[in-house]
């Protein structure tokens, strides 16, 4: 089916350490990037979006960088804090009509963040 | 300005009901979309509602349904419910802008569960 895949289920990094969670999407005909935090018992919270036409965006600690060459997204976090353990989710939004109000969402990368 | 809001937050139901959720979106948002959330397919795009009238449609059996009222809150509803069918169901709401890149905002989401 559908998907945009994520290259690792599970990442633990200690605290204080950069975080990089990377994503791979198939859909080269996708304009649009966004990354989302989601912890337990919540809805996925947006963090931050790129579009096609830039390779890279920083935000608060956090930074997306976009490889359309290889169609590789990434999502660096900056000195992780506890507070950043969640999963993470790409999602990419395609052109066209047929995409209005559609994400297409990867599976996931869970952030364990060590003390 | 307050975020999106779903309820009921946690249902039980047996197979065989339907069942009926709400979402209210983000105020002045005018598009609405439904993600089902599983552990075996993550999260997968049902629909997308803007002006009281479904825009976008995912691949989904027809037990899936929704409506969306003229202040832009939506419901979906699910008849004949079946046991795979127990989930975490999101809404996200967005301006709307068809074909636009917007971010979509996610609500805490309902807990379905269907014994």
């Known amino acids: 089916g559908e998907n945009v895949g994520l290259h690792l289920p599970t990442l633990s990094v200690q605290e204080g350490d950069n975080s990089i969670i990377n994503c791979a999407y198939s859909?080269?005909?996708?304009?649009?990037f966004i990354w989302y935090k989601q912890e337990s018992g919540k809805g996925p919270q947006f963090i931050i979006d790129i579009r096609s036409n830039m390779d890279k965006r920083q935000g608060q600690r956090v930074t997306v960088l976009l490889n359309k060459t290889v169609k590789h997204l990434s999502l660096q976090i900056a000195a992780t804090q506890p507070g950043d353990s969640a999963v993470y989710f790409c999602?990419?939004?395609?052109?066209?009509?047929?995409?209005?109000?559609?994400?297409?969402f990867g599976q996931g990368t869970t952030l364990q963040v060590k003390p | 300005k307050a975020g999106v809001t779903q309820t009921p937050r946690y249902l039980i139901k047996t197979r065989g009901q339907q069942v009926t959720l709400s979402c209210s979106p983000i105020?002045?948002?005018?598009?609405v979309s439904w993600y089902q959330q599983t552990p075996g397919q993550g999260l997968q795009f049902l629909f997308e509602?803007?002006?009281?009238?479904?825009?976008n449609k995912g691949n989904f059996p027809g037990r899936f349904s929704g409506r969306q009222f003229s202040n832009s809150r939506s419901e979906m509803n699910v008849s004949t419910l079946e046991l795979g069918d127990s989930a975490l169901y999101l809404c996200a709401s967005s301006l709307g802008l068809k074909q636009g890149v917007e971010t979509q905002y996610f609500g805490p989401g309902t807990r379905l569960l269907v014994l």
């Open positions: 859909n080269s005909a996708s304009d649009y």
């Open positions: 509602y803007f002006s009281e009238t479904q825009r």
């Open positions: 999602a990419e939004k395609g052109m066209g009509s047929s995409n209005t109000g559609k994400l297409i």
């Open positions: 105020s002045g948002h005018r598009s």
